[in-house]
């Protein structure tokens, strides 16, 4: 499975935009990028993904770079509740591996208020 | 709330033991994922079904097995515990077989 790498923590303020990188130099060109969420004492959230193109949702916006070596998760204006352990994933649209998601140790968010 | 519901929330056992968990999908969902989450190891995939049958199968330990349903509710069944299987049983589900996926709140399984 192609990696990523993420920073092992973040801070941000709440009300302010926050934007956490993930890099994926080894992705290959059917990999999807997906990102999950996991608040405190709960069950990861799907937030966003996106295979080539720029995606936005009611969450977040995932901005992916034009070699598809790096992405970035984009969260508009933080809140209290934004406060959790991101995973950037990749995912392979073929192949055994399905729906299989390989969780890495994520980027920890802090928001202040 | 996702959605997906699992039972029990928690599960304290000895080791040695079986223990079966239980998950419902959302109403529609006909893939059921297994995750582990434990302190050590992280968030580990453990087997997919996708309408009854194995999808895919990640490092699930023999003495660990799974199935789903004709209902598509699944169960995940843990036997000869041990100490190291104390951890956070997910099940996640999704529409087909590789959508974005949905989790439960999970199971705290404590093996004494």
């Known amino acids: 499975d192609a990696k990523t790498t993420q920073p092992n923590s973040m801070e941000s303020n709440e009300e302010e935009p926050v934007h956490l990188p993930c890099n994926h130099s080894?992705?290959?060109?059917?990999?999807?990028i997906h990102w999950y969420r996991q608040l405190p004492s709960q069950g990861p959230e799907y937030v966003i993904h996106?295979?080539?193109s720029n995606v936005n949702n009611r969450m977040a916006s995932l901005a992916i770079a034009e070699d598809r070596k790096s992405s970035t998760l984009i969260l508009h204006r933080a809140t209290l509740r934004d406060a959790a352990v991101y995973y950037c994933?990749?995912?392979?649209?073929?192949?055994?591996?399905?729906?299989?998601?390989?969780f890495g140790q994520g980027t920890i968010l802090t928001v202040h208020p | 709330d996702s959605g997906v519901t699992q039972t029990p929330k928690h599960l304290i056992t000895a080791t040695g033991q079986r223990v079966t968990l239980r998950c419902s999908p959302r109403?529609?969902?006909?893939?059921v994922y297994w995750y582990q989450q434990s302190l050590d190891q992280g968030l580990q995939f453990l087997i997919q079904?996708?309408?009854?049958?194995?999808?895919a199968k990640g490092n699930i330990l023999e003495r660990f097995s799974a199935q789903q349903f004709p209902d598509l509710h699944s169960e995940l069944n843990l036997s000869s515990l041990e100490l190291g299987d104390s951890a956070l049983y997910f099940c996640?589900?999704?529409?087909?077989?590789?959508?974005?996926?949905?989790f439960g709140p999970g199971t705290r399984l404590t093996v004494t």
């Open positions: 109403s529609g969902d006909l893939s």
């Open positions: 079904y996708y309408n009854g049958e194995e999808r």
């Open positions: 996106g295979l080539t």
């Open positions: 080894t992705i290959s060109g059917t990999d999807y």
């Open positions: 994933i990749l995912s392979p649209a073929g192949g055994t591996s399905y729906g299989k998601l390989t």
């Open positions: 996640a589900s999704s529409v087909d077989d590789r959508g974005e996926q949905y």
